[in-house]
Protein backbone atom coordinates (compact mmCIF):
# COMPACT_ATOMS: atom_id res chain seq x y z
CA UNK A 1 0.00 0.00 0.00
CA UNK A 2 1.68 3.47 -0.75
CA UNK A 3 1.75 5.89 1.92
CA UNK A 4 2.70 9.97 1.26
CA UNK A 5 3.51 11.54 4.37
CA UNK A 6 3.74 15.22 4.48
CA UNK A 7 6.02 17.30 6.95
CA UNK A 8 7.42 20.65 7.30
CA UNK A 9 4.21 22.88 6.60
CA UNK A 10 4.17 26.14 9.04
CA UNK A 11 3.22 29.67 9.77
CA UNK A 12 5.65 32.34 8.35
CA UNK A 13 5.89 35.87 7.46
CA UNK A 14 6.04 37.18 3.98
CA UNK A 15 9.31 36.93 2.31
CA UNK A 16 10.18 33.72 3.95
CA UNK A 17 10.91 30.59 3.01
CA UNK A 18 9.95 27.01 3.91
CA UNK A 19 10.60 23.84 2.61
CA UNK A 20 7.63 20.70 2.43
CA UNK A 21 8.84 17.23 2.02
CA UNK A 22 6.63 14.24 1.34
CA UNK A 23 8.24 10.56 2.17
CA UNK A 24 6.99 7.99 -0.18
CA UNK A 25 6.67 4.39 0.94
CA UNK A 26 5.03 1.13 -0.17
CA UNK A 27 6.44 0.51 -3.30
CA UNK A 28 8.95 1.17 -6.01
CA UNK A 29 8.56 5.10 -7.65
CA UNK A 30 10.90 4.42 -10.97
CA UNK A 31 9.09 6.53 -13.31
CA UNK A 32 6.59 7.45 -11.49
CA UNK A 33 5.37 11.13 -11.60
CA UNK A 34 5.44 12.81 -7.99
CA UNK A 35 3.39 16.18 -7.49
CA UNK A 36 2.43 19.01 -5.35
CA UNK A 37 -0.96 20.44 -4.93
CA UNK A 38 -2.12 22.80 -2.88
CA UNK A 39 -5.54 23.63 -1.95
CA UNK A 40 -6.91 27.49 -0.33
CA UNK A 41 -10.34 27.38 1.79
CA UNK A 42 -13.13 27.75 -0.63
CA UNK A 43 -10.67 26.90 -4.12
CA UNK A 44 -10.29 24.41 -6.14
CA UNK A 45 -7.02 22.41 -5.66
CA UNK A 46 -4.48 23.96 -7.55
CA UNK A 47 -1.02 22.28 -9.33
CA UNK A 48 1.84 23.57 -8.00
CA UNK A 49 4.86 21.11 -9.16
CA UNK A 50 5.84 17.96 -10.41
CA UNK A 51 9.10 16.16 -11.10
CA UNK A 52 9.93 13.13 -12.76
CA UNK A 53 11.41 10.40 -10.57
CA UNK A 54 13.78 8.96 -12.53
CA UNK A 55 15.02 11.66 -14.93
CA UNK A 56 14.66 14.76 -12.72
CA UNK A 57 12.40 16.97 -15.30
CA UNK A 58 10.30 19.24 -13.11
CA UNK A 59 7.12 21.21 -14.40
CA UNK A 60 5.96 24.47 -12.04
CA UNK A 61 1.94 26.34 -11.82
CA UNK A 62 2.50 29.41 -13.22
CA UNK A 63 2.03 31.27 -9.91
CA UNK A 64 4.75 29.78 -8.18
CA UNK A 65 7.04 29.71 -10.71
CA UNK A 66 10.91 31.23 -10.49
CA UNK A 67 10.05 31.20 -6.24
CA UNK A 68 9.25 27.60 -5.76
CA UNK A 69 12.06 24.33 -6.38
CA UNK A 70 10.82 20.76 -6.61
CA UNK A 71 13.47 18.28 -5.68
CA UNK A 72 14.03 14.72 -5.12
CA UNK A 73 16.12 12.27 -3.06
CA UNK A 74 15.95 8.95 -4.41
CA UNK A 75 17.64 7.20 -1.85
CA UNK A 76 14.87 8.28 0.62
CA UNK A 77 12.05 8.05 -1.66
CA UNK A 78 11.53 11.73 -0.35
CA UNK A 79 10.24 14.78 -2.29
CA UNK A 80 10.82 18.11 -1.48
CA UNK A 81 9.56 21.74 -2.41
CA UNK A 82 11.28 24.69 -1.53
CA UNK A 83 9.03 27.94 -1.13
CA UNK A 84 10.81 31.20 -1.40
CA UNK A 85 9.06 34.47 -1.22
CA UNK A 86 6.08 33.28 -0.01
CA UNK A 87 3.09 35.51 -0.12
CA UNK A 88 0.04 35.35 1.72
CA UNK A 89 -2.08 33.77 -1.07
CA UNK A 90 0.52 30.77 -0.82
CA UNK A 91 -1.82 30.26 2.44
CA UNK A 92 -3.24 26.61 1.66
CA UNK A 93 -3.22 23.19 2.39
CA UNK A 94 -0.21 21.41 0.39
CA UNK A 95 -0.49 17.99 -0.57
CA UNK A 96 2.19 15.44 -2.27
CA UNK A 97 0.34 13.05 -4.88
CA UNK A 98 1.98 10.24 -6.68
CA UNK A 99 1.22 9.76 -10.58
CA UNK A 100 1.41 6.28 -11.96
CA UNK A 101 3.33 7.62 -15.57
CA UNK A 102 5.95 9.60 -16.44
CA UNK A 103 3.71 11.75 -18.29
CA UNK A 104 2.80 15.25 -16.84
CA UNK A 105 -0.71 15.73 -15.64
CA UNK A 106 -2.05 18.98 -14.48
CA UNK A 107 -5.15 17.90 -13.01
CA UNK A 108 -5.47 16.69 -9.68
CA UNK A 109 -7.72 13.20 -11.18
CA UNK A 110 -4.45 12.37 -13.03
CA UNK A 111 -2.69 11.06 -9.51
CA UNK A 112 -3.69 7.87 -7.58
CA UNK A 113 -1.68 8.33 -4.37
CA UNK A 114 -2.22 11.47 -2.48
CA UNK A 115 -1.09 12.21 1.44
CA UNK A 116 -2.87 13.70 4.16
CA UNK A 117 -1.78 17.59 3.68
CA UNK A 118 0.70 19.95 5.64
CA UNK A 119 -1.12 23.57 6.26
CA UNK A 120 0.91 26.02 4.83
CA UNK A 121 0.36 29.65 6.26
CA UNK A 122 1.74 33.18 5.18
CA UNK A 123 0.86 36.18 7.21
CA UNK A 124 1.14 40.02 5.42
Known amino acids: QVQLVESGGGLVQAGDSLTLACAAS????????MGWFRQAPGKEREFVAA????????TYGGSVKGRFTISRDNTKDTVYLRMNSLKPTDTAVYYC?????????????????WGQGTQVTVSS
Open 97 to 113: AVRASSIIDFYPGGYGY
Open 26 to 33: GRTFSNYL
Open 51 to 58: INWSGGAT
